[in-house]
């Protein structure tokens, strides 16, 4: 059974910095895409960016180009994600998602069969 474990998250005031990690288990993921999404209250969940787990070639929504790096620790089975320069608008609910790498599309949340429970980080103004 694929789990995927979220932490890191928290209060942070606005232009301050913190580091998400998703820590997974259940199968081997060499082949997966691992994703980010987010979600504030009363709007939809998100795409934020994606790392593939072999090759590491990440990709990013345009709103947080410059400000958000993911990156991951093969050997223990991590991916993260640097939230750097935060806004108060960046306040969600911060998942990580998995799914397996050839069709799909890394931006599309449907494209995902295993999620995590999800972080709250808050930034305050």
């Known amino acids: 059974q694929v789990q995927l474990v979220e932490s890191g998250g928290g209060l942070v005031q606005a232009g301050g910095s913190l580091r998400l990690s998703c820590a997974a288990s259940?199968?081997?993921?060499?082949?997966?895409?691992m994703g980010w999404f987010r979600q504030a209250p009363g709007k939809e969940r998100r795409f934020v960016g994606s790392?593939?787990?072999?090759?590491?070639?990440?990709f990013y929504a345009d709103y947080v180009k410059g400000r958000f790096t993911i990156s991951r620790d093969n050997a223990k089975n991590t991916v993260y994600l640097q939230m750097n320069s935060l806004k108060p608008e960046d306040t969600a609910v911060y998942y990580c998602?998995?799914?397996?790498?050839?069709?799909?599309?890394?931006?599309?949340?449907?494209?995902?069969?295993?999620w995590g429970q999800g972080t709250q980080v808050t930034v305050s103004s």
């Open positions: 998602a998995a799914r397996r790498s050839g069709g799909g599309t890394n931006s599309d949340r449907s494209s995902y069969d295993a």
């Open positions: 790392i593939t787990w072999r090759f590491g070639i990440t």
């Open positions: 259940g199968r081997t993921f060499d082949s997966d895409v």
